[in-house]
């Protein structure tokens, strides 16, 4: 892939391209999040990157919870409810 070899740019482009053609392919929307994060743009990264949910080889099982998921608005007074979607070695 472009973004293994550093080329941020020229993979963003190839992902973007690939989505015109293909607008639910959601592999090339998941590695487009996955560059865009790479690349420091947290809010479209993270925002293609949930695509991952809708990919057939996603190796991690999707979990049911009766709770919405966090739209971004603010907490204060709230309680959130975080979990460990890809194991626990990133955890903090």
Known sequence: MLHHQGQIEQAIQAYRRAI???PNYAKAHNHLGITLLL?????LGWQ???WRLKCN???IEKRSFSQPVWDG???R???I???AEQGFGDTI
């Open 81 to 83: 409810f975080l979990y």
């Open 20 to 22: 015109e053609i293909q």
């Open 48 to 50: 293609e990157y949930e």
């Open 77 to 79: 007074g709230k309680t």
């Open 39 to 43: 690349k420091g743009d947290f809010r």
């Open 73 to 75: 608005s603010s907490l």
């Open 57 to 59: 080889n996603f190796p």
